[in-house]
C-alpha cells in the first residue's frame, strides 16, 4: 500500500534483461487525460528503458476505462504481442458508477489473462481524490504505469522462461 514516505515505482532496474524483440501492448483511457497521459508516459518510457523498440510498442487509445477490456482484447489478438497494459484512471464519485466500472474492468483483464495465456495488467487508478490520482501518476508515491510495464516484463519473462 503506498503511504506518503514511499514511492512504489522504484525497482532494480538491473534485474531486468533487454526485451529487443518483444512487442508490448498499451491499451490507454482518454477519460481523465492528464493522468492516464503520465501513466502512458511512464510504462512507454520503461520499455524503451529496457531495450524495447518504439516500433514494438503498439498503442491503443479507447473512450473510457470501461473500455479498456475491449482494446486490450483486441492487443491479446496479436500473437506477436508479449504482454499488455490496461491504463485507466476512474476517480470516485457520490454514485455506484465507481464500483461497477472498476469491477468491470477488473473483471475483464482477469478473464483476458486466461483466454489468451499472456499477461494482461491492471494499470487502472482508483482513487478517491483527483490530488491520489496525481500523486500516482508520477508524483510522490511514482508512476503506476512505471508499475505496470515493470510488472508485465517481469511476468512475461518467467512465463517465458517455463516454456511450456
Known amino acids: ?80 504481442i508479449t504482454a499488455v497494459i490496461a491504463l485507466g484512471c476512474v476517480i470516485q464519485g457520490e454514485t455506484k458508477h465507481f464500483d461497477f466500472i472498476c469491477n468491470a474492468v477488473a473483471n475483464g483483464i482477469t478473464d483476458l489473462n486466461i483466454k489468451y495465456d499472456k499477461p494482461v495488467i491492471f494499470g487502472v487508478l482508483t482513487p478517491n481524490t483527483w490530488e491520489q490520482a496525481k500523486d500516482r501518476a508520477g508524483g510522490k508515491h511514482g508512476n503506476k504505469g512505471v508499475e505496470a510495464a515493470v510488472t508485465a516484463i517481469k511476468l512475461a519473462i518467467n512465463l517465458q522462461r517455463l516454456n511450456w
Not at 500500500?1 to 514511499?6: D, G, H, R, V
Not at 501513466?39 to 531495450?51: D, I, N, R, S, W
Request: glycine fraction near 10%; hydrophobic fraction near 35%; proline fraction near 5%.
Open 1 to 80: 500500500m503506498a503511504t506518503e514516505f514511499k514511492n512504489l515505482s522504484s525497482y532494480d532496474a538491473s534485474q531486468i534483461p533487454n526485451l529487443k524483440g518483444n512487442k508490448f501492448g498499451i491499451v490507454t483511457s482518454e477519460w481523465n487525460p492528464e493522468i492516464t497521459g503520465e501513466l502512458l508516459k511512464g510504462a512507454y518510457e520503461t520499455f524503451l528503458g529496457h531495450g524495447v523498440l518504439h516500433s514494438d510498442i503498439v498503442q491503443l487509445t479507447v473512450p473510457g476505462s470501461f473500455e479498456l477490456t475491449i482494446g486490450a482484447q483486441r492487443l491479446c489478438q496479436n500473437p506477436e
